[in-house]
Protein backbone atom coordinates (compact mmCIF):
# COMPACT_ATOMS: atom_id res chain seq x y z
CA UNK A 1 0.00 0.00 0.00
CA UNK A 2 1.20 3.33 -0.72
CA UNK A 3 1.64 5.56 2.37
CA UNK A 4 1.05 9.31 1.54
CA UNK A 5 2.68 12.17 4.04
CA UNK A 6 0.41 14.41 5.01
CA UNK A 7 1.47 17.99 4.71
CA UNK A 8 2.67 20.05 7.53
CA UNK A 9 1.07 23.26 7.72
CA UNK A 10 2.08 25.91 10.31
CA UNK A 11 0.29 28.91 10.95
CA UNK A 12 2.56 31.78 12.62
CA UNK A 13 1.42 34.66 14.67
CA UNK A 14 2.17 37.85 13.55
CA UNK A 15 4.27 40.13 15.63
CA UNK A 16 4.65 43.24 13.49
CA UNK A 17 3.52 46.13 15.72
CA UNK A 18 -0.09 46.11 15.44
CA UNK A 19 -0.91 43.62 13.33
CA UNK A 20 -4.01 41.72 14.47
CA UNK A 21 -4.89 39.81 11.87
CA UNK A 22 -3.97 36.18 11.94
CA UNK A 23 -3.57 34.42 8.19
CA UNK A 24 -6.08 31.10 8.80
CA UNK A 25 -9.14 31.24 10.78
CA UNK A 26 -10.61 27.77 12.79
CA UNK A 27 -13.25 27.84 10.02
CA UNK A 28 -10.87 26.81 7.62
CA UNK A 29 -8.59 25.48 10.08
CA UNK A 30 -11.55 22.81 9.89
CA UNK A 31 -11.99 22.39 6.35
CA UNK A 32 -8.35 21.71 5.85
CA UNK A 33 -8.10 19.41 8.77
CA UNK A 34 -9.13 16.44 7.10
CA UNK A 35 -6.21 16.47 4.71
CA UNK A 36 -3.55 18.33 6.31
CA UNK A 37 -1.91 18.64 9.80
CA UNK A 38 -2.01 22.28 10.74
CA UNK A 39 0.09 23.41 14.15
CA UNK A 40 -0.86 27.03 15.26
CA UNK A 41 1.43 29.54 17.11
CA UNK A 42 -0.78 30.23 20.49
CA UNK A 43 -2.21 33.49 20.50
CA UNK A 44 -1.75 33.86 16.88
CA UNK A 45 -5.24 34.42 16.34
CA UNK A 46 -6.34 36.56 19.47
CA UNK A 47 -6.42 40.22 18.10
CA UNK A 48 -8.68 38.72 15.35
CA UNK A 49 -11.54 37.23 17.63
CA UNK A 50 -10.04 33.56 17.86
CA UNK A 51 -8.48 31.85 21.45
CA UNK A 52 -6.43 29.04 21.03
CA UNK A 53 -9.22 26.92 21.92
CA UNK A 54 -11.49 27.54 18.74
CA UNK A 55 -8.09 26.51 17.09
CA UNK A 56 -7.97 22.99 18.92
CA UNK A 57 -11.49 22.35 18.56
CA UNK A 58 -10.93 22.94 14.35
CA UNK A 59 -8.79 20.17 14.14
CA UNK A 60 -5.60 22.09 15.16
CA UNK A 61 -2.20 21.37 17.49
CA UNK A 62 -0.57 24.29 19.17
CA UNK A 63 2.72 24.43 18.51
CA UNK A 64 6.26 26.61 20.05
CA UNK A 65 7.66 28.51 16.73
CA UNK A 66 11.02 26.18 17.10
CA UNK A 67 8.77 23.26 16.40
CA UNK A 68 6.50 24.86 13.71
CA UNK A 69 9.43 26.04 11.70
CA UNK A 70 11.56 22.37 11.85
CA UNK A 71 8.51 20.48 11.12
CA UNK A 72 6.38 22.31 8.23
CA UNK A 73 5.88 22.03 4.88
CA UNK A 74 4.05 24.91 4.36
CA UNK A 75 3.80 27.94 6.63
CA UNK A 76 1.52 30.72 6.92
CA UNK A 77 1.58 34.35 7.71
CA UNK A 78 0.07 37.62 6.79
CA UNK A 79 2.89 39.56 6.68
CA UNK A 80 7.04 38.43 5.48
CA UNK A 81 8.21 36.87 8.61
CA UNK A 82 11.33 39.00 10.59
CA UNK A 83 14.66 37.13 9.32
CA UNK A 84 15.15 36.06 13.06
CA UNK A 85 11.12 34.21 12.60
CA UNK A 86 12.33 33.25 8.38
CA UNK A 87 10.91 29.52 7.65
CA UNK A 88 14.05 27.59 6.40
CA UNK A 89 14.31 27.42 2.50
CA UNK A 90 13.07 23.56 2.18
CA UNK A 91 9.53 24.78 3.61
CA UNK A 92 6.81 27.12 1.30
CA UNK A 93 6.13 30.64 2.63
CA UNK A 94 2.71 31.79 1.95
CA UNK A 95 2.36 35.62 2.98
CA UNK A 96 1.22 39.17 1.72
CA UNK A 97 4.15 41.40 0.64
CA UNK A 98 5.02 44.63 -0.54
CA UNK A 99 7.30 44.97 -3.88
CA UNK A 100 10.28 45.46 -1.38
CA UNK A 101 8.98 41.82 -0.08
CA UNK A 102 8.58 40.47 -3.71
CA UNK A 103 11.52 41.68 -5.52
CA UNK A 104 13.54 39.64 -2.35
CA UNK A 105 11.47 36.89 -2.85
CA UNK A 106 11.56 36.20 -6.19
CA UNK A 107 15.01 34.82 -5.87
CA UNK A 108 13.89 32.38 -3.45
CA UNK A 109 11.66 29.75 -5.06
CA UNK A 110 9.91 28.82 -1.44
CA UNK A 111 8.90 32.53 -1.18
CA UNK A 112 4.90 32.97 -2.12
CA UNK A 113 4.17 36.29 -2.28
CA UNK A 114 0.48 37.01 -2.64
CA UNK A 115 0.74 40.08 -3.98
CA UNK A 116 1.77 38.66 -7.11
CA UNK A 117 -2.24 38.18 -7.77
CA UNK A 118 -3.57 41.37 -7.37
CA UNK A 119 -5.86 41.63 -10.23
CA UNK A 120 -4.78 38.48 -11.38
CA UNK A 121 -7.91 37.04 -13.57
CA UNK A 122 -9.93 34.09 -12.20
CA UNK A 123 -7.75 34.41 -8.82
CA UNK A 124 -11.33 35.41 -7.22
CA UNK A 125 -10.82 35.05 -3.27
CA UNK A 126 -6.85 33.86 -3.61
CA UNK A 127 -6.22 37.60 -4.72
CA UNK A 128 -6.19 38.40 -0.77
CA UNK A 129 -4.43 41.84 -1.96
CA UNK A 130 -7.55 42.95 -3.33
CA UNK A 131 -9.62 41.77 -0.67
CA UNK A 132 -7.40 43.73 2.04
CA UNK A 133 -7.35 46.72 0.00
CA UNK A 134 -11.27 46.89 0.00
CA UNK A 135 -10.83 46.63 3.79
CA UNK A 136 -8.11 49.49 3.87
CA UNK A 137 -10.04 51.79 2.26
CA UNK A 138 -13.04 51.65 4.76
CA UNK A 139 -11.05 51.84 7.64
CA UNK A 140 -8.68 55.11 5.99
CA UNK A 141 -12.30 56.63 6.13
CA UNK A 142 -13.00 55.83 9.32
CA UNK A 143 -9.65 56.39 10.54
CA UNK A 144 -9.70 60.15 9.03
CA UNK A 145 -13.04 60.71 10.49
CA UNK A 146 -12.26 59.89 13.82
CA UNK A 147 -8.72 62.03 13.27
CA UNK A 148 -10.53 64.89 12.16
CA UNK A 149 -12.81 64.93 15.28
CA UNK A 150 -16.06 64.09 13.17
CA UNK A 151 -18.50 61.57 13.43
CA UNK A 152 -21.01 60.35 11.00
CA UNK A 153 -23.02 62.92 9.49
CA UNK A 154 -26.42 63.91 10.76
CA UNK A 155 -29.44 65.25 9.67
CA UNK A 156 -31.06 68.30 10.13
CA UNK A 157 -35.15 68.94 10.06
CA UNK A 158 -35.07 69.24 5.91
CA UNK A 159 -32.87 66.28 5.66
CA UNK A 160 -30.07 68.32 4.75
CA UNK A 161 -26.51 67.02 6.01
CA UNK A 162 -24.69 69.20 8.86
CA UNK A 163 -21.28 70.50 7.65
CA UNK A 164 -20.26 67.67 5.21
CA UNK A 165 -16.80 67.43 5.03
CA UNK A 166 -15.13 67.61 1.36
CA UNK A 167 -13.12 63.83 0.53
CA UNK A 168 -11.06 63.80 -2.47
CA UNK A 169 -9.75 59.92 -3.56
CA UNK A 170 -6.30 60.23 -5.54
CA UNK A 171 -6.62 57.21 -7.77
CA UNK A 172 -9.18 54.56 -8.61
CA UNK A 173 -7.78 51.26 -7.40
CA UNK A 174 -9.96 49.15 -5.12
CA UNK A 175 -8.43 50.86 -1.99
CA UNK A 176 -9.71 54.43 -3.37
CA UNK A 177 -13.21 53.45 -5.01
CA UNK A 178 -14.24 51.59 -1.33
CA UNK A 179 -13.02 54.84 0.47
CA UNK A 180 -15.21 56.72 -1.44
CA UNK A 181 -17.93 54.65 -0.91
CA UNK A 182 -17.94 54.31 2.85
CA UNK A 183 -16.70 58.61 2.51
CA UNK A 184 -20.26 58.61 0.73
CA UNK A 185 -21.78 56.86 2.84
CA UNK A 186 -21.08 59.02 6.39
CA UNK A 187 -22.22 61.93 4.30
CA UNK A 188 -18.93 63.33 2.77
CA UNK A 189 -19.11 65.13 -0.51
CA UNK A 190 -16.87 63.17 -2.54
CA UNK A 191 -14.15 63.85 -5.66
CA UNK A 192 -11.72 62.14 -7.15
CA UNK A 193 -8.76 62.34 -9.56
CA UNK A 194 -8.39 58.63 -11.98
CA UNK A 195 -5.22 58.18 -14.61
CA UNK A 196 -6.91 56.09 -16.46
CA UNK A 197 -9.92 56.02 -19.43
CA UNK A 198 -12.10 53.63 -17.99
CA UNK A 199 -12.05 54.58 -14.30
CA UNK A 200 -14.80 57.33 -15.24
CA UNK A 201 -17.85 55.07 -14.70
CA UNK A 202 -16.82 53.49 -11.59
CA UNK A 203 -16.18 56.48 -9.69
CA UNK A 204 -19.52 58.59 -10.93
CA UNK A 205 -21.70 55.01 -10.26
CA UNK A 206 -20.58 55.48 -6.63
CA UNK A 207 -21.49 59.07 -6.71
CA UNK A 208 -18.42 61.02 -6.45
CA UNK A 209 -17.45 64.03 -9.13
CA UNK A 210 -14.45 63.09 -11.51
CA UNK A 211 -11.82 66.58 -11.08
CA UNK A 212 -9.76 64.93 -13.54
CA UNK A 213 -9.45 61.87 -15.29
CA UNK A 214 -7.56 59.68 -17.88
CA UNK A 215 -4.70 62.50 -17.34
CA UNK A 216 -2.06 59.49 -17.96
CA UNK A 217 0.38 58.12 -15.72
CA UNK A 218 2.82 56.30 -17.38
CA UNK A 219 5.51 53.21 -16.08
CA UNK A 220 8.61 55.06 -16.36
CA UNK A 221 7.69 58.64 -15.79
CA UNK A 222 10.31 61.05 -16.09
CA UNK A 223 10.94 64.07 -13.43
CA UNK A 224 9.16 66.23 -15.85
CA UNK A 225 6.33 64.59 -16.34
CA UNK A 226 5.55 64.43 -12.81
CA UNK A 227 6.15 68.09 -11.80
CA UNK A 228 3.60 68.82 -14.56
CA UNK A 229 1.21 66.08 -13.28
CA UNK A 230 1.61 67.46 -9.93
CA UNK A 231 0.94 70.96 -11.21
CA UNK A 232 -2.35 70.05 -12.23
CA UNK A 233 -3.46 68.07 -9.34
CA UNK A 234 -2.44 70.68 -6.39
CA UNK A 235 -5.28 72.85 -7.49
CA UNK A 236 -7.88 70.35 -6.47
CA UNK A 237 -6.69 69.07 -3.35
CA UNK A 238 -6.48 72.50 -1.65
CA UNK A 239 -10.49 72.63 -0.56
CA UNK A 240 -10.49 69.25 0.67
CA UNK A 241 -10.26 68.41 4.34
CA UNK A 242 -9.90 64.37 3.72
CA UNK A 243 -7.58 62.78 1.11
CA UNK A 244 -7.02 59.53 0.00
CA UNK A 245 -4.20 58.50 -2.09
CA UNK A 246 -4.19 54.92 -3.55
CA UNK A 247 -1.95 55.50 -7.02
CA UNK A 248 0.77 52.51 -8.12
CA UNK A 249 2.84 51.82 -10.88
CA UNK A 250 3.11 48.30 -11.60
CA UNK A 251 6.43 46.49 -10.30
CA UNK A 252 7.52 50.33 -9.33
CA UNK A 253 7.64 52.85 -6.32
CA UNK A 254 3.95 54.62 -6.25
CA UNK A 255 5.26 57.90 -7.74
CA UNK A 256 4.73 61.15 -5.16
CA UNK A 257 1.65 62.74 -6.29
CA UNK A 258 1.46 65.21 -3.41
CA UNK A 259 4.66 67.27 -2.83
CA UNK A 260 6.03 69.65 0.16
CA UNK A 261 4.70 72.27 -1.86
CA UNK A 262 1.28 70.94 -2.67
CA UNK A 263 1.11 69.96 1.49
CA UNK A 264 1.76 74.32 2.18
CA UNK A 265 -1.04 74.99 0.22
CA UNK A 266 -3.74 72.69 2.26
CA UNK A 267 -5.77 74.29 5.20
CA UNK A 268 -4.47 73.25 8.70
CA UNK A 269 -6.16 70.13 9.89
CA UNK A 270 -6.70 68.62 6.30
CA UNK A 271 -5.88 64.79 6.87
CA UNK A 272 -4.03 62.52 4.26
CA UNK A 273 -4.38 59.04 4.24
CA UNK A 274 -1.41 57.83 1.93
CA UNK A 275 -2.38 53.90 1.31
CA UNK A 276 0.69 53.28 -0.62
CA UNK A 277 3.05 54.17 2.50
CA UNK A 278 4.56 50.39 2.74
CA UNK A 279 5.58 50.72 -1.05
CA UNK A 280 7.20 54.12 -0.29
CA UNK A 281 4.32 56.50 -0.35
CA UNK A 282 2.13 58.85 -2.83
CA UNK A 283 3.27 61.62 -0.99
CA UNK A 284 6.98 62.72 -0.55
CA UNK A 285 6.93 63.21 3.76
CA UNK A 286 5.04 59.73 3.81
CA UNK A 287 6.70 57.17 6.32
CA UNK A 288 5.60 53.98 6.92
CA UNK A 289 3.73 53.17 10.33
CA UNK A 290 4.05 56.98 10.73
CA UNK A 291 1.68 60.17 11.48
CA UNK A 292 4.01 63.15 9.44
CA UNK A 293 2.73 67.06 10.93
CA UNK A 294 4.12 69.37 8.00
CA UNK A 295 2.23 73.04 7.53
CA UNK A 296 -0.60 71.70 10.18
CA UNK A 297 -1.39 68.87 7.59
CA UNK A 298 -1.79 65.23 8.77
CA UNK A 299 0.34 62.91 6.69
CA UNK A 300 -1.53 59.08 7.76
CA UNK A 301 1.38 56.38 6.46
CA UNK A 302 -0.22 53.30 8.82
CA UNK A 303 -0.02 50.17 7.07
CA UNK A 304 -1.96 48.22 9.62
CA UNK A 305 -5.08 49.90 8.57
CA UNK A 306 -6.54 46.44 7.78
CA UNK A 307 -6.07 45.61 11.56
CA UNK A 308 -8.26 47.89 12.21
CA UNK A 309 -11.17 45.50 11.02
CA UNK A 310 -9.15 42.36 12.10
CA UNK A 311 -12.06 39.96 12.00
CA UNK A 312 -13.54 40.39 8.65
CA UNK A 313 -9.66 41.39 7.32
CA UNK A 314 -8.84 38.06 8.70
CA UNK A 315 -11.92 36.13 7.27
CA UNK A 316 -11.22 37.08 3.89
CA UNK A 317 -7.06 36.47 4.14
CA UNK A 318 -8.30 33.08 5.41
CA UNK A 319 -10.80 32.32 2.46
CA UNK A 320 -7.87 33.60 0.03
CA UNK A 321 -5.95 30.89 2.11
CA UNK A 322 -7.93 27.93 2.23
CA UNK A 323 -8.74 28.12 -1.57
CA UNK A 324 -4.93 28.64 -2.47
CA UNK A 325 -4.04 25.38 -0.53
CA UNK A 326 -7.07 23.53 -2.34
CA UNK A 327 -4.84 23.94 -5.37
CA UNK A 328 -1.38 22.86 -3.99
CA UNK A 329 -2.99 20.04 -1.70
CA UNK A 330 -3.86 16.71 -3.14
CA UNK A 331 -7.24 15.30 -1.71
CA UNK A 332 -5.21 12.79 -0.59
CA UNK A 333 -3.06 15.32 1.23
CA UNK A 334 0.29 15.66 -0.52
CA UNK A 335 1.87 18.57 -1.83
CA UNK A 336 1.62 19.34 -6.08
CA UNK A 337 2.62 22.16 -7.40
CA UNK A 338 1.40 22.28 -10.96
CA UNK A 339 3.43 24.89 -13.10
CA UNK A 340 0.57 24.38 -16.10
CA UNK A 341 -1.96 26.26 -13.71
CA UNK A 342 -1.99 29.91 -14.63
CA UNK A 343 -2.34 30.87 -10.60
CA UNK A 344 0.91 28.77 -9.71
CA UNK A 345 2.87 30.04 -12.57
CA UNK A 346 1.93 33.34 -11.55
CA UNK A 347 3.36 32.87 -7.83
CA UNK A 348 5.87 31.19 -8.83
CA UNK A 349 7.30 33.58 -11.75
CA UNK A 350 10.70 34.00 -12.13
CA UNK A 351 11.40 30.97 -10.09
CA UNK A 352 13.76 28.61 -11.12
CA UNK A 353 13.60 25.25 -9.40
CA UNK A 354 10.73 22.89 -7.85
CA UNK A 355 9.30 23.14 -4.89
CA UNK A 356 8.96 19.71 -3.20
CA UNK A 357 7.79 18.55 0.29
CA UNK A 358 10.47 18.07 2.68
CA UNK A 359 11.28 14.68 3.58
Given at each position: ????????????????????????????VRRLSPRVTIRFER??????????????????????????????????????????????????????????????????????????????????????????????????????????????????????????????????DTSCLQAIATARRL?????????????????????????????????????????????????????????????????????????????????????????????????????????????????????????????????????????????????????????????????????????????
Open positions: MHNTIRVQIGLLRETFPDERRVALTPDDGCGIAAGHDDDAYVAAGAQPASFEDIRSRSDIILSVRQPDIDRAPPERAILIFLGSIEADDAGRSHPSRLNLSRLAGFPDAGSMDVSTTQAIICGHAAVLEAARRLGVSPSMLTIDGSFVRPIKMLALGAGAMTHAIAFSDDAQDRIEKLGAKLLLGGIGLSANPSPADMSALRRRITPQLIDKQLIVTGATLPGARPPILIDEEALSSLAPGTIVIDLTAADGGNCSVTEPDQVVDIHGVRVVGLTTLASLEAAEASRLFSEGIHALLGRIVDADGSLSLNRSDPIIRALTAAVGEAIRVAS
